[in-house]
């Protein structure tokens, strides 16, 4: 599989957490708490498969298990908790614009860590993607989407975490397959932020009614454990910022589940946003479907 098809479909996945969060909410769990439950499941179901069927993907070398304890520490105690908490203070189409500040991040990072180039190209799919998204969450309509500091300074910080979560990945990424590499890194975090959550007192009960596990089993199964190990794979497969700008395609799937499932409503601008946004993901992945001269062309017209 093609690593930007990959991230693609991590974005559709991702895109359904909207239809799961709506199902728990009615049970007053902690957002936190679904991040522990969430990743829970996902590390559970990979550890078996590895224990099973591949118990040679569950050696790693010692020299690395920094990389999935940062890993692990950006992506679920740091990056997951800003998020919801950006989200409590904003708006949610707010928020959704400053968590997709991610990519200039990771773009810039990336050609300083990977020595991954700023083309062109790459920075007409970006303005493609953020053009678009502005049009998805209908930017022309912000009356009564008063800002305070505290969520400028959250919706930032979420940005540019989710940035340096998709550098963090791709670290562990390019070292080990996507079952191991998300496995350790989710494991990991899920170890440190557990005991953060009892000792801040965060409600977290076991017993629950069978709908609320449907609930956890399904974020768990479709919108965490095949939406990051498809963004996982997908790391290997291409650059950070690429993968950054395709994950993008996120708030597409979203508005479609909602429309379809919730009962949401989709407005004529917003349907423009997303075919803009997939015109964005169509550049970023057209240098990967080029021939060898249009690459070495693409890579002579770097900005930086």
């Known amino acids: 599989m093609d690593g930007v098809l990959a991230i693609v479909l991590a974005g559709v996945f991702w895109g359904s957490v909207g239809v799961f969060a709506r199902m728990l909410s009615s049970y007053q769990l902690s957002p936190f708490y679904i991040v522990v439950l969430r990743a829970a499941v996902a590390v559970f179901c990979l550890g078996m498969y590895m224990v099973f069927f591949r118990r040679d993907l569950l050696v790693i070398k010692r020299e690395d298990r920094w990389r999935f304890f940062l890993s692990g520490f950006v992506s679920l105690v740091l990056a997951h908790p800003v998020l919801f908490l950006a989200l409590e203070a904003n708006p949610i189409a707010i928020t959704t614009i400053f968590l997709y500040t991610s990519p200039f991040y990771a773009i810039f990072f990336a050609r300083i860590i990977y020595a991954e180039p700023i083309t062109v190209r790459k920075c007409t799919a970006l303005a493609l993607a953020v053009i678009g998204l502005l049009l998805v969450v209908n930017v022309f309509n912000l009356e009564g989407w008063a800002v305070t500091p505290t969520g400028l300074i959250l919706g930032l910080v979420a940005g540019f975490l ?105 407005e004529f601008i917003q349907i423009i946003g997303m075919a803009v946004m997939m015109a964005g993901i169509v550049v970023a992945v057209l240098p990967a479907k080029g021939s060898a001269e249009e690459v070495a062309a693409e890579q002579e017209m770097m900005v930086l």
Do not use: C, D, H
């Open 162 to 266: 989710q940035g340096v979560q998709t550098l963090t990945m791709k670290n562990v990424s390019v070292r080990y397959p996507a079952v191991p590499a998300m496995f350790y890194s989710f494991g990991t975090g899920l170890i440190m932020l557990w005991p953060i959550l009892l000792l801040s007192g965060v409600p977290m009960p076991l017993k629950l009614p069978l709908a609320a596990w449907l609930g956890v089993l399904g974020i768990g199964l479709i919108n965490t454990l095949a939406g990051f190990l498809l963004f996982t794979y997908g790391l290997q497969r291409t650059e950070a910022g690429i993968a950054s700008i395709a994950s993008m395609l996120e708030p597409i799937p979203a508005g479609l589940f909602g429309y379809f499932i919730l009962g949401e409503q989709l």
